[in-house]
């Protein structure tokens, strides 16, 4: 009997909710950590940047609008999917990174295990950073986090799939949509990711994922005005950086900087879930 | 229909200037090694109050280098129960010494003596004694335990409310064990100078707080100085944008507030009187020197004429003149180039083919004055609805539905505040719920508390100032 022979995957984008090829028709060549041959991954362009922000723009209309409760449990319903492409996460992740079958399952565990803590989050953020204002006169007064909009993010380039979810988990708990561009080198389990982001009941254009070179799209995603914030994750090049922040200041974007030396396994507390919300407060006269 | 009133002006003698300033750096005042000075002057008479230091390179080396010093030394290494005493301290000396500090706030900066007295001074002591409280309680702040304050913060202020900007400023970096540069408004720089004798007179360990006075170089040469950990800027968008771009690359963390182009919406069924009550507030509260300002006035159509017309009989009841007037309603503008840019955009609203309007109102003739001003006929297409004028300038829109509502709100890049006015609670709510703004006021305006966060959404800027979420702006989150 002779081997089957398999059948292929065509790597794509993930732009609100759909999988396109690149516009612009490029690929690039994906190699595994022993630089054997693995995929060739759709290279995004400029201009599928910008079509992924209308996307995101849509689907924070949608995200933004659902209830905590609701985004809660779309998001567990992701990591209940994430659970059962367990295999093919940890094969990917192996694939990408080289790491021991062990090392890799540590990684895929950890990165479904934070996806369920951030599906938690979403109906407690409100009171965890929101609070009733005790104001000196005779008013009701309190604050609530809301999401800031779209958020551009670049992932992590060394942890394909637990720096990813690190980053885009606390984005969309808060209520955001994001544009986040995968690790250049690694972006397999990140696709893989956006196929389980396609059947979770997640609104189209919540999470869009671009393959490519960041050095190319953020300079447009930093400037450009529908972007509210940016998450410079990782982004490694301090040039890149600091350009795409001076670029976030015309529109005065909020900007969390990158990340060095993240152990992506450690609690990772509130700081990224404060990064991409807005304090709202509303007053109102007491009386009768 | 016009009252004749007395004159009523509270007493200049609480208050003693100086004929010229140093720069408070180390807790001492000295001379700047720039060796330049500017003048200061009351925008009401165009009296030169007293020569101001203008704080060069040299001196900012000077006052970052003593903020280090406080904060690797005395201040950084204190208790936060005694951070705290040291803040309850400055509360009572601020409340001790407010006449004075009300009658000086006034005289640098124009505005009426009943705001400065009830308003500014009573929110300044608050704000003190607010974060006073929260200097030994931070582990339970929300920022994880034992959070770690940033180090030396640079923050640069405005004139519109010169000390209470302070406030907000200095009250939070000092509880969350920060030192600070502060440089105030170059046309306001006395109570920010009185506040460093404040200062002295609490014993606050030299360095703690350093004032340096000067202009737009002084600020940008505090903002950009290596030694500084964290910058904090209350102004224009324009130069928030470029301290945004300047701190790129840099470790430093960023707030900033902004300006402002709020929508102040008015439904057909709100109180009319309260809410007549509540756009003059809106917009002519502090001459309309209010990042915050209710500058866009929303009525639905339905009582669009009968609500213009209530507004414009209060409006030719509003007293304009001598700040120092206990009467007074709307005192000066504050400086020559304001007054400028005011008059600039309002023109622009009479090319633009708005309606101009102002009740008959009688200008002293020296100083820097603008009569209350509204424009209606206007259209989201005006500069004058789109662009921040920062003074007694209303733009008056209509709207037939709350989803246009929203929607005009909404059309700005600015997101700083909002007001909304109606009977029915839910509307409020759900109005509340679709402002894409920082602060949203229901059948009110331009209130302010301590303990209630402040701040902007998109181009207004971020981060926040009072409040429990006003402690990120100074905190480094422990994981």
């Keep these: ?288 | 229909m016009a009252f004749e009133y007395a004159p009523a002006p509270e007493s200049r003698s609480v208050v003693t200037i100086a004929s010229s300033y140093g720069l408070f750096i180390n807790g001492e005042f000295v001379d700047a090694k720039s060796g330049t000075m500017f003048k200061t002057i009351n925008p009401a008479t165009e009296e030169v109050l007293a020569d101001i230091s203008d704080a060069g390179a040299e001196d900012v080396d000077r006052a970052v280098a003593a903020a280090r010093k406080a904060y690797t030394g005395a201040w950084g290494s204190m208790s936060g129960r005694d951070r705290s005493k040291y803040l309850f301290r400055i509360a009572r000396l601020i409340q001790e010494r407010s006449r004075e500090l009300a009658v000086l706030e006034t005289l640098d900066n124009g505005k009426p003596i009943r705001e400065s007295r009830d308003v500014d001074i009573p929110l300044v002591a608050g704000h003190f004694f607010y974060h006073a409280g929260w200097a030994d309680k931070l582990d339970y702040a929300g920022y994880g335990a034992n959070p770690r304050s940033l180090g030396v913060a640079a923050q640069v202020i405005p004139w519109n409310f010169p000390l209470l900007m302070l406030a907000w400023k200095i009250a939070p970096a000092l509880a969350c064990g920060n030192t600070v540069v502060l440089k105030p408004a170059e046309t306001t720089p006395l109570t920010a100078l009185a506040f460093a004798e404040i200062c002295q007179q609490a014993d606050l360990p030299p360095g703690v707080v350093n004032i340096l006075t000067g202009a737009g170089d002084t600020g940008r040469l505090l903002v950009e100085h290596p030694g500084v950990d964290k910058v904090a800027f209350t102004g224009s968008t324009e130069v928030g944008k470029a301290i945004q771009r300047a701190i790129a690359g840099t470790s430093k963390s960023l707030t900033l507030e902004l300006g402002g182009k709020a929508a102040n919406i008015v439904f057909d069924d709100a109180p009319l009187d309260e809410a007549v009550e509540g756009i003059v507030n809106g917009i002519f509260f502090n001459q309309g020197h209010v990042c915050c300002a209710g500058s866009r006035l929303l009525l639905q159509e339905s009582i669009a004429e009968e609500a213009m017309e209530a507004l414009k009989r209060r409006l030719g009841t509003l007293r304009l003149g001598d700040p120092l007037d206990k009467n007074t309603d709307i005192g000066a503008i504050n400086s020559a180039e304001q007054l400028a840019r005011i008059h600039a955009l309002a023109d622009s609203g009479d090319e633009e083919g708005a309606e101009r309007w102002s009740p008959p109102c009688e200008l002293p003739d020296t100083g820097f004055w603008f009569a209350p001003t509204v424009f209606t006929g206007v259209t989201q297409a005006h500069r004058i609805a789109r662009e921040e004028i920062f003074g007694p300038v209303l733009s008056v829109l209509t709207f037939r539905t709350p989803e246009e509502a929203i929607e005009k709100a909404n059309n700005t890049p600015y997101g700083l505040s909002a007001g909304v006015w109606t009977e029915k609670g839910s509307r409020i709510l759900w109005m509340a719920d679709r402002l894409r703004a920082g602060v949203v006021w229901g059948n009110t305006f331009n209130r302010f508390d301590p303990t209630s966060p402040f701040g902007g959404y998109k181009e207004s800027g971020f981060g926040r100032e009072g409040g429990r979420q006003g402690l990120g702006a100074y905190l480094k989150e422990q994981s």
């Design chain 1, 1 to 288: 009997m002779t081997d089957r022979v398999d059948v292929r995957k065509t790597f794509k984008l993930f732009v609100g909710g759909a999988f396109p090829r690149s516009e612009s028709g490029r690929t690039y060549e994906v190699t595994g950590a022993d630089g054997g041959f693995l995929a060739n991954a759709a290279k995004a362009s400029r201009k599928d940047a910008r079509d992924a922000v209308i996307a995101a723009r849509k689907g924070f209309a949608a995200w933004s609008s659902a209830t905590a409760y609701n985004r809660g449990q779309v998001l567990y319903r992701v990591a209940e999917v994430m659970e059962g492409r367990r295999a093919q996460f940890v094969s990917d992740v192996r694939d990408a990174e080289g790491l021991s079958k062990s090392a890799a399952v540590a990684q895929v565990d950890a990165a479904i295990d934070r996806w369920v803590w951030y599906a938690g989050w979403t109906d407690k953020v409100t009171q965890v950073l929101g609070s009733a204002n005790p104001v000196a006169g005779p008013y009701f007064d309190f604050s609530v986090p809301e999401p800031t909009g779209v958020v551009a993010a670049v992932a992590p380039q060394d942890s394909s799939l637990l720096g990813l979810v690190s980053v885009l988990g606390p984005i969309v708990a808060t209520g955001n949509a994001v544009v986040v561009i995968a690790s250049t080198d690694r972006p397999i389990p990140a696709i893989t990711l956006s196929e389980v982001l396609a059947t979770s009941d997640v609104p189209g254009g919540t999470i869009n994922i671009l393959t490519g070179d960041p050095n190319e799209m953020m300079p447009w995603l930093a400037s450009h005005a529908d972007v509210n914030a940016l998450d410079l994750a990782g982004v490694s090049d301090a040039a890149l950086a600091t350009s795409l922040e001076q670029e976030a200041a015309d529109t005065v974007k909020r900007v969390r900087r990158a990340t060095t030396d993240a152990d992506w396994f450690a609690d990772p507390g509130l700081s990224r879930l404060r990064a991409f919300v807005e304090t709202k407060t509303v007053w109102h006269p007491l009386g009768v």
